[in-house]
């Protein structure tokens, strides 16, 4: 028996009792128990286990219910602040067109101060149960439910990245209430634009790379800059890894060749890569630059170049292996001394085994501090959190 959609813990137990064959039940994260019913269901479920003829039956709650609440409740919370703002929004707006004292200008400006911290807790709380999310699913191994919780349209990362862009539309407004006067960047002179971009810190490039096409064109011609970048084999892992990021105007999808006829490539936060040949990750390390925070690597690739990457940043919070990593018995110890070395400096850290890929049938490692759990869309393993290897 498997449940899906709204409905409480007495339809469940209601639904049990009624037949006398059942050998599998598994009921699905919407259904609704309170906490105050929590000892009356598990009773009822221990009382229809006993009257089984064996012990053996799967019984199974895909996710915490009280999880699941807290997961609804704040993307509530979170949607209840951002309509708030939405309905405020255009009364900030008609002040701006109309003349208001210096007063008044500082009584505005506090007013979106405490909207933006509103949104910045908010935000927070929702970062904090989409990691619980990720850390559970993990657990459980239910990549698919991980997947729709965190992708579903105005819910999990999309629904931060929303909060993210009116946090900056405050930003704007507040600006605008001092009085700064702005000059459009593709109104001034070439060598103006080019001084400018020379003297940005790599930092900034990002943000001023999405602020136009002019603006993109300049940052280009320092270099490359990715906010995430993916760069693809060939035209099958192109395809797969654009239906999955596609949409995602921070993640540039980006080929081997344009990969490689760069000197460098600085990325702030997210660095896939998946390469044909431990050469090209001998070239890729030496390119890669930038404090990315989450690495997966693909195709034949050494230790050492792991090592290399994850020493390159001083954010990094996820390391996804897939099974292309070469490591003979002879280097164990020394694969582990330096990822031991690595996680000690890290506050929290879950190390995890993942099943076997579908596909190449080999195991694949992941090292996940907890702090900061990131979403990794593979396969999900049971995890251990532990202090040292």
């Known amino acids: 028996m498997t449940l899906r959609g709204s409905y409480t813990w007495k339809h469940a137990v ?13 009921l699905c994260c919407a259904m609704q128990l309170e906490v105050q019913d929590f000892d009356v269901f598990f009773e009822a479920v221990v009382q229809w286990l006993q009257k089984k003829d064996t012990v053996n039956v799967p019984f199974t709650l895909v996710m915490d219910p009280l999880a699941y609440q807290k997961y609804i409740y704040v993307h509530c919370h979170v949607k209840s602040v951002l309509a708030e703002w939405n309905q405020s929004k255009p009364y900030f707006e008609a002040k701006l067109s109309t003349k ?213 940043t001083e954010k990094l919070h996820t390391v996804y292996l897939f099974s292309g990593m070469q490591l003979e018995v002879a280097e164990f110890d020394h694969f582990f001394e330096a990822v031991a070395k690595w996680l000690d400096h890290q506050k929290h850290f879950v190390i995890a085994r993942t099943p076997a890929c579908r596909q190449c049938k080999k195991a694949q490692f992941c090292m996940t501090p907890v702090a900061r759990a990131c979403a990794v869309y593979c396969p999900k393993p049971p995890m251990q959190s532990r202090r040292a290897l």
């Open 100 to 312: 208001t004292s210096p007063t008044v200008k500082q009584l505005l400006d506090l007013s979106l101060i405490r909207f933006k911290t509103r949104i910045v807790n908010a935000r927070s709380n929702l970062f904090g149960i989409l990691d619980q999310v990720v850390v559970e699913c993990t657990i459980l191994q239910l990549g698919s439910l991980q997947n729709d919780l965190l992708s579903k349209p105005n819910m999990g990362n999309q629904l931060a990245r929303i909060a993210t862009s009116i946090m900056g539309d405050i930003d704007v407004l507040r600006e605008k209430f001092k009085g700064t006067e702005t000059i459009r960047f593709k109104k001034l002179p070439y060598e103006f634009q080019s001084r400018l971009v020379d003297l940005l810190p790599l930092s900034d490039l990002i943000a001023f790379k999405f602020a136009g096409k002019t603006t993109a064109n300049q940052v280009h011609r320092r270099g490359m800059f990715s906010s995430s970048v993916c760069v693809v084999r060939n035209g099958v892992n192109y395809e797969n890894v654009k239906e999955a990021y596609g949409n995602n105007i921070r993640y540039d999808i980006v080929s081997k060749s344009r990969f490689f006829n760069s000197d460098n490539h600085y990325v702030q936060n997210a660095l896939c890569l998946n390469l044909d040949s431990t050469e090209k990750y001998d070239r890729a390390v030496n390119i890669i630059c930038g404090n990315y925070t989450y690495i997966c690597l693909q195709g034949p690739f050494t230790w050492k170049h792991v090592i290399r990457l994850i020493h390159k």
């Open 14 to 26: 209601e639904l049990m009792n009624i037949s006398t064959k059942i050998r599998k039940v598994s």
